[in-house]
Structures are given as C-alpha cells and as structure tokens.
C-alpha cells in the first residue's frame, strides 16, 4: 500500500524511511526537505499548524536550517496567527534580538527599506521591537527576515511569552559575561596593585613578568567572552558602512589588550590588563542596568497580551486554543474568567471588569448584544459569545499593535538626536586619533590610556537613549489612562495645541439621547409616526438614531435608504418618499420650504416628513457629561480658545454652550462645514479636535491632533490620531500633562547627555580622565537617561 507524506502529500517511495513525530505520532516523509521542515516546524513550536491546516504544504526544497526555519513563516496558515491585512499589504510585529542601540534601528531600517516590496520598517529600541509592512505579492516575509538575519541581528514574529524567554535568556547570558568579568576584574586589580605600587619591594623583573602573564590569563576571556557583544554590534555597524555606539569602546578594548599583550611579550611598555577588565565589567554592568530598565518601561504593552488565557471553552463544552478561534464560534465564559475573544454575548448577562482597556475600575454591566473584548474579566454569570474577531484583529492586539507604531515613530527631536550621534562617533574617532598623536609626542607612556577613555568616556549611548524611553514610558502610561495612541507625533502636537474644538452630542453630552417630547403635523397616529421613525433611523449609526430604538415595527419595511451624513435619512415606503433629520432637509423639496421653517419650533431637534410634507417633530435631552465643564475650564485657564462645533443647530446647541461657557459655538455645521471651519483657522492655530460620529471624521481626520472617544462610530476610531477608551474627558487632561512632562523629561536628557559629553571630553583629551572613571561616567550616564525616563511610568490612571 502505497503510503504518502504527511508534510506535502506527495507519495513515500518504497525505499524511503524518513519519519517525524508529530502529534503524538511518527508520520512519514517522502523526502530529506520534507523531513527537514517538518522537524523545524516541531521544534519551533508551531505544530498546530498540523492541526489546522486546509491542505497539504507544497513539496520541501533542500535549503540551509536557518532559510528553512524562516520559510515556515511564507505558510498562510501560520501567518493567520500574526500577521495582519491592511489595505494594500500586511503588517507583522517582529521581536529583535541583538539590537542595542539607534544606530541598531537605523541599519535594520535603512537595509530593509532597499528592498523591492518593503513599504515601511520601523524599530524600537527601547521594546527590541519592530513593524514591519510589506506587499506579499513582491516580497516574501521568509526573505526580509533572512534579510535581518544576514545584518547580524535574528527576527521572528512576535509573542509575548515567546519575547519573555528571549528576554531571560539574554539577561542570562549578560549575568555569565557580568560574573566572568567581575571575577576576573578583582583577580586582576590585585596583580595590578603588586605591579604599580610593588607592595612587595622591588620586584624582580621575573615576577613582574609572571604577574603580566597572570593578568594576561585573567583578562583574555573577558576580552573574547564577556566583550562579545560590543565588537558584534560594532562588526555590524562597520560592515553595513556607519558607525554606532559600540565602535569605540570595541577599540578602545581591542587597543589596550593588543598593546599589554604586546608589551607582556617583548617584556617592555606597560600593561592595561586591569583597564580591559574594569571597563568591560562596568559596561557590562551599565548595559544590564539599563536593560532592566528598558524591560520596565516596554513590558506594559506586552503584558497585555497575557490577559488573554491561552484556552477556550466550546458551547459543547470541549476545549481548545483560543488562538484558533475563528469568526462566528461560539464559546461560553463562566465567571472569573478572561474572556479568549471579542464577541457578541448571544445569551446571559455579568459584569465585565474592563479595566486593563479603559483603566476604569469599576466593573460594567453586560447583556446579550453587547460587545465584550478579549482580556476583560467577566465578572457573575455565565455568558455564551459569539466571536467577532480572530486574535491578530481583537481590541487588545490592536492596542498593542498601535502602541508599537507610536513608540516607533520617531519625533523629530529623537531622528536629530540619532543624526548627531552617528556623527559624533566619527568626530570621536577623530579627537581619540588627534589625542594619541599628540600623547604620543608628549609623554607616550600615558598616551594609550588617556586615548582610551576619550573613546570611551564620550560614546553617546545616553544621547540616543535620551528620546525613544522616554516615548516608550508616557506611551505605556497613557495606555494605562485609557487612551490608545495611533499616530507618533502625538505627544508632540499636544503641547503645541492653542485650539479645542469639541463636538457635541455623544462627546460633551453623554450621547445618551431620550425623547422627550412628539409633535404631530399631520393625521397620522404618534405610534405609526414614531414607527416610521424608528425604521428609517435603524439605518444610521448616530447616538440620536438609539433615542429610537424602543420604537421599531418590523412591519414598517423602507426601499432605498440613503444615509446623507451629518443632515438626516431618506427612504421609499410604498412609493413615496419619507425623510428625517434637520428641518431644512427634510423640507428640500417643498415649495413653502422657508415660510414653513420660520414655523419650525427650535426646541425640536429632529423633523420627520413625507414627500416634504411635515409629519412631525421630535424633541430629544441629551445629558451632559459631569467632566465637560472641567476640561473647558482647564484648557481655557492654559490660554486655549475653546469652539464648539456641531451639527446640531437647535436651541439645544446655545444652552450647552452656555452651560459649558465655550468661547465660540458654531451650531449646524455639515461634514464640509467642519472641515472648512477648521481650515480657516489659518497656519498659526494648532488645533485639537475631539469627536465621535461618522459626520466628525473628515474633520478628525483634518485636524493636527483629533481624539476620537471610545464610545463613538469605527470610522470615527479610524480616522482619529487618538482614542479615549473610558469616555472621560478629563484623561484628555492628563494627556496633556503628561506630554508635557514627557517633552520636560526628553530636553532634560538631552541637556544631560549633551552637557556630560561636552563636559568630559575637554577633560579626557587633557588627561584628567582615568579610564575606570570614563566608563563609569559613561555607563552612568545612559542610566540616568533611562532612569529620569522611567519617572514618566509612575503616572496612573
């Protein structure tokens, strides 16, 4: 019987007794590639793709382990579980290993974007993440991750468990390179004291020679062991022709060591075994430090993938991955547990503790129709959900997806600061060769060591960690106040703003809408016309259209509904036609349209009519928000000029604006009239624009900076460069105050990173700078950076 592969289908020859266990269970191959990729598919822990694949993978060629590795990634079937469509490509976090500096980002960044089909690459430094997007129809992923692979540096798709190992592993390694340079540092100082200060008398010069060598033992597997990772990420950097961080110190080791084992030789000149040993350890230590404090500032967004549980329970009771959920199962979630999926609750009714999205902490009340999202807890009953969103699509991946995007663009103060820091290694390299030159005619004995801790004292690792942690620390807190970050220049722009512009219904007002009040115009019964109403407003997404709801006939069936955004509704109902939305609209076509106006009572919001004959009017109360009043007042007390623009051109409109003391109302503005009302602002106005309906987003879209709230319409979100999950104005509040401490903090960091390099450079040039003291400084230096950064986590919601 012949027997076919279980990794391409192809059949097995008879000669052939190639296997692999997958599943619990050994599983034939037809060929050595087969077996290759179905053993690299095992190992890297992706044998679900077994379970959930729709066909037969196509027939393995024999390519190197670490190509074969990578060509997994090209499977449809495993990218469903990281890869993101967008609207002309797709997008994947990778998770780094390797990167250590800006110099870092810029090389992957600027190698990527060479090749054909990469349309954008963003790194961060800080997280050892990256974005990357990419036209699959040009380019596959397998080989812009070798691409990665070839620059020295190792990419994969990330996972937040997947990130943590490597993270621990990394940390792992750095404590072994730490414990050996430490160990060896205080051996080798003992000799160093014998040597300088012949404690012992004048040494002979045979025991001098053998204190050199012993000192030589000591330091040589700090040089090839512990300081690895320095000449690596310099390698890289000279190899792809710029200069990054680690190129002096690398030189700076490699000199002294080649100098003392030149001179422990030939018996002559002095030794620097203690200097190669103190600094690697110091460096060592200083990038473990920051390390630390990076991992911090970068794990917030992480974390939150962890809240999604790692299991789902089927309606029929049976357990699966929640990762393998797909749109339209059904899945029950008892209480107490996370919720695997966003969905639509089909049956029960809880409480839904949201906090970890909106950083409110009181739970809130659920019911079958709402939406739930993945990572919330629910809270009392038991609920059955339908999934809506596969896991790369959910709330809570999205948030950590648009986290990263904003803490990987780059404001223009951080591109400038990693500009003058590339430059600055060269100009270095230049002093440290002028230095020696001119040591070496004044007193050579000294000449190496005052060159190296000019290479080493004034590396400006602090200068460019000065902005990206910065970043990564208010854009982590900012999650934790509820507000989600889709553009990078956020945080910037908020500082600059001089104009607010606010919506009103469902932004100022609660957007909870009632009717009040119904208006007969003609001889139709209030039930029907509340009916008609109801129907044609089921068709707009508009915090009015729910004023409706209870009203609904399913009886009452409209042709031909047409939704003109941001002045009503239009639909057929046996031949003719019935409008609804403001007065003038609905009155377009009736020739007593003026006269029939000045008639209109602006207390009623909403008109209905028929063939342009009046039916009715609706009267509608939308409440107030309780913090509305506080977000003008504080803005207007920061010399804001705040406007209130809306749709709405009742008397409703001027009492919330009296209410609220706005200092400019423009009442019923049109989608258009919004967007040219903030046009004529003029170059000189920075404005914010807050807002939540279909009819906000051109101007939301149009504004410098524009927050969407949370509660309000996806093409609202979509358009925004912010979203204000909670609904509570006031964390607007404290998004400003914390760009602004964030912008303190940057110019803080720079003015020490600056400052110290300009400080220390005159004085290791002079000679006054001891080695040990330079890469002390140096290493202080960049933990000071990441340390005042990390200030910006303590901020809370």
Not at 188 to 207: K, N, P, R
Not at 235 to 249: E, Y
Not at 331 to 343: F, M, Q, R
Request: charged share 20%; hydrophobic share 45%.
């Amino acid at each position: 019987m012949t027997k076919n592969c279980y990794h391409c289908g192809d059949p097995v020859p008879r000669d052939c007794h190639l296997q692999v266990e997958i599943l619990g269970e050994m599983r034939e191959m037809c060929c050595p590639g087969c077996e290759a990729v179905a053993q690299t598919i095992v190992d890297s822990g992706l044998t679900s793709y077994y379970e959930y694949r729709t066909a037969p993978a196509e027939k393995a060629d024999l390519v190197p382990q670490q190509l074969q590795s990578l060509l997994l990634y090209d499977h449809e079937e495993i990218q469903q579980e990281f890869v993101r469509d967008t609207e002309n490509s797709k997008e994947v976090s990778l998770s780094l290993d390797g990167v250590s500096c800006a110099a870092c980002a810029w090389l992957i960044e600027k190698q990527l974007m060479r090749e054909p089909g990469v349309v954008s690459i963003r790194v961060n430094t800080t997280t050892h993440r990256a974005l990357l997007n990419w036209d699959p129809e040009t380019a596959k992923l397998s080989h812009l991750l070798s691409v990665i692979h070839q620059l020295g540096y190792k990419a994969a798709p990330f996972e937040a468990d997947a990130q943590e190992q490597q993270y621990h592993r990394t940390m792992k390694t750095y404590l072994y390179r730490l414990g050996i340079a430490g160990l060896a540092t205080m051996q080798v100082m003992m000799l160093a004291i014998a040597l300088y200060f012949e404690i012992f008398g004048d040494l002979d010069t045979e025991f001098k020679n053998y204190l050199r060598w012993v000192s030589l033992i000591f330091a040589t597997p700090v040089l090839l062991y512990s300081a690895l990772p320095f000449y690596l990420n310099a390698w890289r950097n000279l190899r792809a022709r710029t200069l990054g961080m680690d190129v002096p110190v690398s030189i700076a080791l490699l000199f002294a060591y080649i100098a003392s084992f030149y001179a422990t030789v030939t018996e002559q000149g002095e030794v620097f075994f203690e200097s190669v040993s103190m600094f690697t350890f110091f460096l060592l230590l200083g990038r473990f430090l920051e390390m630390r404090a990076r991992r911090q500032a970068a794990a917030a967004s992480a974390n939150l993938l962890k809240l999604v549980p790692t299991m789902a329970t089927l309606e029929d009771g049976s357990q699966i991955a929640a990762k393998t959920l797909k749109i339209g199962d059904v899945i029950t979630v008892l209480p107490g547990e996370s919720l695997p999926a966003d969905g639509e609750i089909l049956r029960g009714e809880t409480i839904i503790d949201e906090s970890m999205l909106t950083g409110e902490p009181m739970p809130v009340p659920r019911t079958q129709g709402d939406l739930v999202y993945a990572g919330t807890i629910n809270g009392e009953g038991n609920i059955t959900l339908r999934v809506i969103k596969e896991r790369q699509n959910s709330l809570i991946s999205n948030i950590v997806r648009l986290q990263d995007e904003a803490q990987s663009s780059k404001p223009k103060v951080a591109e400038l600061a990693d500009v003058v820091a590339r430059y600055f290694v060269g100009a270095i390299l230049v002093i440290a060769a002028g230095t020696w030159l001119y040591w070496h005619q004044q007193q050579p004995e000294n000449a190496l060591w005052i060159t190296l801790a000019v290479l080493v004292a004034t590396c400006p690792c602090a200068l460019s960690l000065a902005t990206p942690t910065a970043i990564t620390c208010s854009t982590s807190s900012l999650g934790r106040l509820g507000i989600l970050l889709r553009r990078g220049h956020v945080l910037e722009t908020l500082c600059k703003i001089n104009q607010l512009i606010i919506d009103k219904t469902g932004t100022l007002t609660e957007g909870n809408i009632r009717l009040v009040d119904t208006r007969l115009h003609c001889d139709i019964s209030k039930t029907d016309v509340l009916a008609y109403a109801a129907e044609l407003e089921r068709f707009a997404n508009h915090p009015i259209a729910k004023a409706f709801t209870a009203f609904r006939n399913s009886d009452v069936v409209f042709d031909d509904v047409e939704n003109v955004i941001g002045r009503g509704l239009k639909g057929k109902l046996n031949g003719r036609e019935w409008r609804i939305g403001q007065a003038a609209f609905v009155l377009e076509n009736n020739p007593e349209k003026d006269i029939t106006l000045e008639q209109c009572d602006n207390q009623f919001q909403v008109w209905l009519s028929r063939d342009s004959e009046l039916v009715a009017g609706f009267k509608l109360e939308d409440p107030v928000r309780d913090d509305s009043k506080e977000l003008i007042e504080k803005f207007q007390a920061s010399g804001i000029k705040v406007t209130m623009l809306t749709g709405d051109h009742s008397a409703n409109a001027q009492l919330v604006a009296d209410k609220l003391k706005v200092d400019n109302l423009i009442a019923g503005a049109t989608p258009e009239g919004k967007l040219e009302y903030l046009r004529s602002l003029g170059d000189d106005n920075i404005a914010l624009m807050i807002g939540d309906g279909v009819n906000d987003a051109p101007v939301l879209a149009g504004a410098h900076l524009s927050v969407a709230m949370g509660g309000g319409t996806d093409v609202a979100k979509s358009s925004a460069d912010m979203v204000l999950l909670g609904d509570q104005l006031a964390r607007i509040l404290r998004a400003r105050e914390l760009a602004l401490k964030t912008r303190r903090i940057i110019r803080e960091n720079l003015a020490w990173a600056l400052g110290y390099n300009l400080v220390i450079l005159p004085l290791a040039v002079a000679g006054f700078v001891a080695p040990y003291i330079a890469v002390v400084g140096m290493s202080a230096s960049s933990i000071i950076v990441v340390s005042n950064s990390l200030r910006l986590l303590r901020e809370n919601g």
